[in-house]
């Protein structure tokens, strides 16, 4: 007999907040399958507040409360049994986090998690991660956000290393990030690929995805580095209004895209990477594995 159990995830982030329902299918004798339900994307980009003035303003703030009240709403109709919400780097880095942590629960009934990196890591590794790998080859993992990027190194199918670095879209769109902060994943990813041979990337976050939508590949199939830096350059080249009129891209993925190839396309070079692959996975992935196991 099959059962369905439902859960939530919310992904607060630095550009953008994301709802994902997820169904869990059980059957006996089976490996439960995560089948993906409804997933809402709100472009609230609290990056640009807290890493130009240290808080959240009080009209995010009350954009985040609203989305709240809709995300829980969403929730009820589809009859989601557990969630959880994460924020990551914007809130946390935030003078007024906590603040605005409460006023979500007071009006919305949403509690919010505030994860620091490790966590942030930790919980997107929970994900099929392993589904994507071959135990005889090793990995380099890179989740690119809008204020933090996760790395993590994988050998036969094992997390051995792994890492959180304040660079992000929105920090490189506001010029915050310094050749100290570039110093700093260069030399960690480097330091920790050197042991291994051939490594291969994965990658995740919205702008990945894109990029790999764009290409028209098959999901099995990875980006070579070659075509990932080609990407790069021909999106540098035009300006914000033509990557949306020519390329259809959505206003609040015009801009950060740039900046996120230009994270790829560094990591595959200090990693010796030729290829990434871009399954689709990511923190509310992570959510809803670590809810339905209890970790």
């Not at 996120?260 to 290829?275: D, H, R």
């Given at each position: ?8 995830a ?15 299918v ?18 609230i ?50 003078a ?21 990196g ?31 990027t996760?790395?993590?190194?994988f ?42 041979k ?59 895209i ?13 990693s ?24």
């Amino acid at each position: 007999m099959i059962e369905i159990k439902k859960f939530g995830a919310i992904d607060i982030g630095s550009n953008a907040m994301r709802l994902l329902i997820c169904n869990v299918v059980e059957q006996p004798g089976k490996e439960p399958v995560f089948n993906k339900s409804s997933l809402i994307r709100v472009p609230i980009r609290l990056g640009q507040d807290v890493f130009t003035s240290g808080t959240i303003s009080e009209q995010n703030k009350g954009r985040m409360i609203d989305a709240m009240r809709a995300f829980h709403l969403l929730m009820k109709v589809h009859q989601v049994q557990k969630y959880r919400a994460c924020a990551t780097s914007a809130m946390r880095e935030a003078a007024n986090g906590v603040e605005v942590q409460q006023a979500i629960a007071s009006q919305s009934e949403i509690v919010i998690d505030i994860i620091d990196g490790k966590e942030e890591a930790s919980i997107i590794a929970s994900t099929d991660l392993n589904d994507f790998m071959e135990l005889d080859k090793n990995y380099i993992y890179v989740d690119v956000g809008g204020g933090s990027t996760e790395v993590s190194i994988f050998s036969k199918g094992t997390m051995v290393a792994s890492n959180s670095f304040k660079i992000g879209t929105v920090r490189l769109l506001n010029e915050m990030v310094d050749e100290e902060i570039w110093d700093s994943i260069r030399l960690w990813i480097k330091e920790h690929v050197k042991p291994y041979k051939d490594v291969v990337m994965i990658g995740s976050g919205g702008n990945i995805n894109k990029i790999f939508k764009l290409s028209n590949k098959p999901q099995s199939k990875p980006l070579s580095y070659t075509y990932l830096n080609q990407q790069f350059l021909e999106l540098s080249a035009l300006s914000y209004e033509e990557r949306i009129s020519e390329l259809a891209l959505n206003s609040d993925r015009a801009d950060v895209i740039v900046p996120a190839l230009k994270i790829y396309t560094s990591a595959m070079k200090w990693s010796g990477a030729k290829n990434i692959f871009v399954p689709k996975i990511g923190l509310s992935d992570g959510i809803v594995k670590s809810l339905y196991y209890n970790n």
